[in-house]
Structure formats: structure tokens, C-alpha cells
């Protein structure tokens, strides 16, 4: 029996961990796994509605770390989860993504001498100006099991030197939620209660620092979507950071408050069906997300990246995305090609294909049972 915990903290974590839950409960005698929250993420908005939504159990702990600086975070995090892990005694910390939530908890399990896997492992965008960016090195450098979303990945991480037979490429665990939910977020009303045409409007988000912090930066994002919006409606779910800076900067008048099918208008956040019903009938996605990216992919819907780089290239190798950057012109020009139909054909990427939770659980019972002596080694299935 191997004694888990899989480890959340913010938003885009819940839906990469909620099939990885769900892989492990087919496995009980294998596998005697808690959730840990750290807290980060807190609004009802933002973290609880995606429990409900995707049908995920309660954390079994809340660590209620909150907001902070990057480093006050971080360390409130490992304080709290060292304590977690010195009480619980697991054999593998489970880690999900790039936040900071990630790295805090993969660096405190593994001075512990803790097994750490990585899901979503090997992502760059050489972009060290991304907190992610950071995150994602110091995990990666970490970690004894290294799960890959793509052919990218993988060559990353050789390429910095780590042994294959830590890398498994498994495929995607977000399209294993996405998939899964497809079906019941295409039939939901509320495109059609806000009075929006299938087709006919973009859905907006963006809370990167270096888009929202910055009122010239957003000034330009925002002259450039009111434009796109005389054509079609953009609906804007706003992240509590950039709500915290669009009334900073004064910029309330870029948008509207009340639904209304035209203009650029703002939501409270969504939860992941609403948000997964409106991108999937929507013309296109303008964001600065990453998982956004990958999930018009495998919809066929065009994304307009609002980056200078992406870690997530097979995006638009093989799939929808467009990264046009943050200025105004740039924004506008994507937009208006994808409003006059100019729009990729995209393919979904290899292995996208709503396995990729049951395949890392296959990976660590195999580990387990080579630790045990039962079986082969888990290194023979790398790459598999
Ligand atoms: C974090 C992740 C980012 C991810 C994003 C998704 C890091 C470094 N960043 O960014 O990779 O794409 O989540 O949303 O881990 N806030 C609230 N309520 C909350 C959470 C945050 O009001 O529940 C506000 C606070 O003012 C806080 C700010 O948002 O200071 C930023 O939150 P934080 O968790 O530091 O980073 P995100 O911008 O959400």
C-alpha cells in the first residue's frame, strides 16, 4: 500500500488532480491517498465552486496559506506542509502544474527524503520573468517521477540533463476533466440566458502581472478588445487581482458591470462547467492562461494568446493558438483574421485522449510493486 498526498493550491490545480483522485480510488488497495489544500487560493469563486463542479472530494486539509509575496507564500506553504508531511509520513507527494504551491510543496517533501512526482512536468517558456518559469525548473530539477504532456516536455527535460527513465510522457490530465465534462457543460443555458449567439462572442481572461499590473500595458489590451467588441460581445470572468487593478487604474470604463449581449463586459470568476460551456461556443478565447491553451486545442476553438511565448508549443504546432503578445496592434490584427474566418484547422495532440490520470496511476502501482519486489521496475515503462 503506498501512502499518498496529492497536493492542490490554486485554481488550475483542481481540474489536473481531479482525475489523478479519481484513477486512485479505482486502486484501493493499492493506494491510501489524503488531499492537501494549501490555500492559496481562497475565494469561494475560486477555489470551492471547482470541487463541487468536478465532483472532487473535500480536502482532508486546508493549510489556509492566503495571498502574500511570492516568498511569503512560498514559505508559509513549506512550513506548514513540512508539518503535514512529518505527521503523515507518505511515501509520495503528488504535485500538480506550476504555481507556487507546487514548488513550495515539492522542495519540502523531497528535503524529507519524500518521493515527489510532477504532473504536467517539463513545460517551458524560457521566460524567466514567469514566476512559473521558476516553478516549473525548481520542481522539475526535484522530482523522482516526471509525468509529460507532450513531445516538448520531453525533449526538455533531457535536455537539461534528466535521466529518461524519470520522464514518462502520460499525456494531458486537464483534457481527461475536460473530456469528461464535455457533455454536460455543451447543454447548459447560460450563453444563451446572457443572450449570446453560438458563435457570436469571445470570452476573455486574463491575470498574468505583466499584462494587469502594468496601466499602460492594460490600457493597450483594453483599446484593442473594445474594438473587437463592436464586432462580437466578449464576456471578461475577472480574476480578483485584475478586478484589484482595473479600479486601481481607474480603467472601470473600458467595461460594462451588467450582461448585456454587447461590448466587453465582466463576470464574477466562473466555475469550470460555465467557463468550459462558454469557450466551447465562443468564436474565439482571447486569454493569458495556460491551460486555456490547451483546452481550445483540443475543443477547435481559436485561442488568442496575449504572451510573448507560450511553454505549451504544441498549441500551435498542432493545434488553435495564436500568440499575438500584449500590444494593441498586434491583438487586433489575430482578432480581425479570426473574425473574418481565418482560423486554423487544429489537431488534438498525442495522447490527449483522457487517459493520461490512469496512466500515471499504472506508472506508480508498478513502482510500488518493483519497491516491493512484485514486479518489473517502473523505468521500463518510460516513454511508453
Ligand atoms: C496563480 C498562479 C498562476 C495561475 C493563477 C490562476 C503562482 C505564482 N501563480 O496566480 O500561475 O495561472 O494562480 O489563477 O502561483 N486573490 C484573491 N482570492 C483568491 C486568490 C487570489 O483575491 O482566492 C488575489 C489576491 O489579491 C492575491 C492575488 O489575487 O494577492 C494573486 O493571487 P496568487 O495566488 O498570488 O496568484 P495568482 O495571480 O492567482
Request: hydrophobic share 40%; aromatic share 6%; with cysteine.
Amino acid at each position: 500500500m503506498m501512502r499518498v498526498i496529492n497536493v492542490v493550491g490554486a485554481r488550475p490545480n483542481f481540474m489536473k488532480m481531479a482525475p489523478i483522485i479519481e484513477a486512485m480510488n479505482r486502486y484501493p488497495d493499492r493506494f491510501q491517498h489524503m488531499l492537501v489544500h494549501t490555500g492559496q487560493h481562497y475565494d469561494e469563486r475560486m477555489s470551492e465552486s471547482f470541487f463541487q463542479d468536478l465532483g472532487m472530494p473535500k480536502p482532508d486539509m486546508d493549510l489556509e496559506v492566503g495571498s502574500g509575496s511570492h516568498a511569503e507564500q512560498t514559505a508559509r506553504i513549506m512550513v506548514e506542509f513540512e508539518k503535514v508531511c512529518l505527521r503523515e509520513k507518505p511515501d509520495l507527494v503528488v504535485v500538480v502544474g506550476d504555481v507556487n504551491s507546487t514548488m513550495a510543496c515539492a522542495i519540502t517533501a523531497k528535503k524529507l527524503g519524500i518521493c515527489v512526482a510532477h504532473v504536467e512536468a517539463g513545460l517551458r517558456s524560457r521566460d524567466m520573468s514567469m514566476p512559473e518559469e521558476i516553478n516549473r525548473l525548481c520542481t522539475d530539477v526535484l522530482c523522482d517521477y516526471l509525468f509529460t504532456t507532450d513531445h516538448f516536455a520531453n525533449e526538455n527535460l533531457r535536455a537539461e540533463g534528466i535521466p529518461s527513465e524519470r520522464i514518462f510522457f502520460v499525456g494531458n490530465v486537464m483534457i481527461d476533466t475536460l473530456l469528461k465534462h464535455k457533455e454536460m457543460a455543451r447543454g447548459l443555458a447560460l450563453a444563451e440566458h446572457w443572450g449570446l449567439a453560438r458563435r457570436r462572442y469571445a470570452t476573455l481572461t486574463l491575470h498574468r502581472p505583466s499584462n494587469v499590473d502594468d496601466a499602460a500595458t492594460l490600457r493597450g489590451i483594453f483599446e484593442a478588445l473594445v474594438e473587437v467588441a463592436k464586432e462580437i460581445p466578449i464576456v471578461f470572468p475577472i480574476h480578483p487581482r485584475t478586478r484589484k487593478m482595473v479600479e486601481q487604474f481607474g480603467f472601470g470604463g473600458y467595461c460594462s458591470t451588467t450582461p448585456k449581449p454587447e461590448g466587453l463586459w465582466i463576470t464574477e470568476p466562473l466555475g469550470y462547467l460555465d467557463l468550459l460551456h462558454l469557450n466551447m461556443h465562443a468564436t474565439m478565447v482571447i486569454t493569458d492562461s495556460g491551460g486555456l491553451q490547451e483546452e481550445t486545442t483540443v475543443l477547435g476553438v481559436p485561442c488568442l494568446t496575449l504572451r510573448h511565448n507560450t511553454e505549451r508549443p504544441i498549441t500551435c504546432e498542432v493545434g488553435t493558438n495564436f500568440v499575438v503578445g500584449n500590444q494593441r496592434g498586434d491583438i487586433l490584427a489575430q482578432a480581425i483574421k479570426v473574425l473574418g474566418g481565418e482560423v486554423p484547422r487544429g489537431r488534438v495532440p498525442q495522447k490527449w485522449d483522457g487517459k493520461a490520470a490512469e496512466r500515471i496511476v499504472e506508472i506508480l502501482a508498478r513502482a510500488d510493486d518493483a519497491m516491493t519486489g512484485e514486479s518489473e521496475p517502473a523505468v521500463r515503462v518510460a516513454f511508453q
